[in-house]
């Protein structure tokens, strides 16, 4: 069963921490193909978890809020079951996060009768070609925009989820100006890239920038962000990549807890780290056993 855990330190000054969120993963399938995705090995297992095995965690989460995710779980048979058996459990927040494939009307007024309570999907950028190619031959362009209208009209909680790459770096700044001007988007999930991993390797022309280069872009975004007062989370960003910004900058929430034990122990561990030397955009620079070894 997998499962992902969004801890905080509680007391602060301690090592002591409580879990906020939890997040279960109930599909391993998809109708897209991003490009950036790491989870190409998911789609040969089951496309949908046992629902048994679904309720099970849900229990065992206790009074945990809870966001439903796997690539796209609006794909799961028995979704509209699972929202509802969650709010059984006296389950506050009860959440998803969708590319929005299969969203129309009739069913978002569905999730909201089932006592959905936030939403949260992906978003590439304002522009048909770059979406069609990022996506791969996923939902289309059009289709995602209207759904998004579909969502700013419910009374859902909205979050947008950003991959940050080279197709959409200098116009996020913009984009993330209409996302809250037109579509009422208040919170933004930022996510960077895998340095070490496959799309990197067969996509980084595609996918890599420069954060020196596009340094004036960058700090567009962060001001940005700060004209609109939105609440913004980045993950798997090296303190390089917010310049002056350092504020927006969260090792324990943007890093540790979004990364799975087995991919640090993979990258610190094994050979990838010596041989590629890809340090300058590794999200874990900042805190690499195997860097300060070597300094």
């Given amino acids: 069963m997998d499962y992902f855990e969004m801890k905080i330190i509680y007391p602060p000054g301690t090592t002591n921490y409580r879990i906020i969120i939890m997040d279960i993963r109930i599909t391993y399938t998809c109708n897209n193909n991003c490009l950036y995705c790491l989870e190409q090995t998911y789609r040969k297992r089951e496309p949908f978890l046992n629902t048994d095995l679904i309720y099970e965690q849900i229990q065992s989460s206790r009074d945990i809020n809870i966001t439903l995710y796997g690539w796209n779980p609006l794909l799961h048979p028995n979704l509209l079951e699972i929202i509802w058996f969650s709010k059984s459990q006296w389950k506050r927040s009860i959440g998803i996060l969708t590319n929005t494939f299969l969203l129309s009307k009739s069913l978002l007024s569905r999730l909201q009768d089932s006592w959905l309570t936030s939403l949260g999907y992906y ?19 059009a289709q995602l925009l209207c759904n998004m209208k579909f969502i700013s009209t419910s009374w859902l909680h909205q979050k947008c989820i950003i991959h940050i790459h080279k197709q959409n770096i200098q116009s996020i700044y913009r984009d993330i100006t209409i996302l809250t001007t037109q579509y009422g988007i208040k919170n933004f999930d930022f996510v960077n890239y895998f340095p070490h ?24 975004l962060f001001c940005t962000l700060e004209k609109f007062w939105v609440h913004a989370t980045f993950v798997k960003f090296p303190k390089e990549f917010f310049g002056k910004f350092q504020n927006y900058y969260d090792f324990d929430n943007g890093i540790l807890w979004q990364v799975w034990e087995e991919d640090i122990f993979r990258f610190w561990t094994g050979d990838v780290c010596y041989t590629q030397k890809r340090c300058s955009h590794c999200f874990l620079i900042d805190n690499c056993e195997i860097r300060n070894a070597e300094i």
């Avoid at 190619?133 to 289309?140: D, E, L, P, R």
């Avoid at 496959?198 to 567009?220: A, Q, T, V, W």
Wanted: charged letters at 25%; aromatic letters at 18%.
């Fill in 123 to 141: 978003f590439h950028r304002f522009d048909k070609s770059i979406h069609t190619t990022i996506v791969n031959g996923g939902i289309s362009y």
């Fill in 197 to 220: 991993d496959r799309p990197y390797e067969l996509y980084h022309d595609i996918l890599g920038y420069s954060y020196s280069e596009n340094r004036g872009f960058i700090d567009k």
